[in-house]
């Protein structure tokens, strides 16, 4: 029962990371650069939904869609702001560029709303599901935690694959100035893609908030280095390979905690970053492309 008990909250977990991994996913596979804000806006969103709910006294449900619509506008807004006079820019530039608003977005949720951490309120409650004559216990959030990760990978495949807008990201992904010969226009493929990856983080944070309820300035950061370590694993750019990624990192995380030290379970998530850099540098289904100088 044991096994079982920290499986479940390692699939939880991981679905949490396959989220907040698919924005990243996205946004390196159309834009090729890592936005390390990515994680920030998860607190974003965490705070919108608490502040919607608490003193809005909002329902949940439209607590989250608050979050949603705040957190893509906050999306496009860094893309337009920050990331689009970069566009012909080093790699180092953007990335600098993107722990500085990283550090702007968190130094600005300290001067709005303190330090101090605020008990979050699950978005489903805390009822929990018994079986096994009370020997396994799982949480509901968990169960609505999972179903969300798989609903919004089957969506994002959908969408990618069937729709318009998709088909001109994966274009982009391809070649941009291929995409824009043909009349793709690539700037607005690209704030598409920005808004959706936040308004998945918007979900991410009131689903991390609600399963581990202290909210504060900080709390996207940590499952923001994270996820872009799942991405890593499943092979950055590929949607499938996020949420792969980022269940076997949650379940590894968990089981780490629980068979081998609570203190060594973040040096054994990175390590897994490390090794997988060393053997497959390309992720789990990521592939090798081979660039022409």
């Known amino acids: ?12 977990l991981g679905s949490v990371y396959a989220i907040i991994a ?3 996913t996205m946004v390196y596979g159309i834009a090729k650069m890592l936005n390390f804000a990515h994680g920030d806006v998860i607190m974003v969103g ?53 722990i500085g608003v990283s550090y702007f977005l ?19 409650g805390n009822a929990s599901l018994k079986l096994f004559d009370g020997q396994l216990t799982i949480s509901v959030i968990a169960i609505v935690t999972i179903v969300a990760c798989l609903i919004i990978m089957a969506a994002l495949t959908w969408f990618t694959g069937k729709t318009k807008m998709g088909k001109a990201m994966r274009a982009c992904s391809e070649d941009k100035g291929a995409a824009q010969l043909m009349g793709i226009n690539v700037n607005f493929t ?20 609600s399963a581990y309820p202290t909210l504060m300035p900080t709390t996207g950061s940590m499952p923001g280095i994270k996820a872009f370590t799942a991405a890593v694993l499943g092979g950055i750019g590929s949607i499938p390979g996020a949420m792969i990624g980022g269940i076997l990192l949650g379940v590894i ?7 081998i030290s609570t203190q060594l379970s973040d040096a054994i998530v990175f390590s897994v970053l490390i090794l997988t850099l060393l053997i497959k540098p390309t992720g789990l289904l990521g592939k090798k492309i081979n660039e022409k100088v």
């Open 190 to 209: 690209i704030s598409v893609t920005f808004a959706i990856g936040s308004a998945l983080a918007a979900i991410a944070g009131v689903l991390l908030c």
């Open 46 to 98: 965490a705070y919108v939904c608490f502040f919607a709910t608490t003193r809005g006294n909002l329902h949940p449900v439209f607590g989250v869609l608050l979050a949603m619509v705040v957190c893509t506008i906050l999306g496009v807004v860094i893309e337009r702001l920050a990331y689009k006079p970069l566009r012909a820019a080093t790699s180092l530039a953007v990335l600098i560029t993107a």
């Open 253 to 259: 995380e968990i089981f780490g905690k629980g068979y």
């Open 22 to 24: 698919l924005g990243y």
């Open 106 to 124: 968190q130094n600005s949720a300290l001067l709005l709303w303190s330090s101090n951490p605020k008990v979050f309120t699950s978005v489903v």
């Open 1 to 12: 029962m044991t096994f079982l008990s920290f499986l479940i909250s390692g699939l939880s």
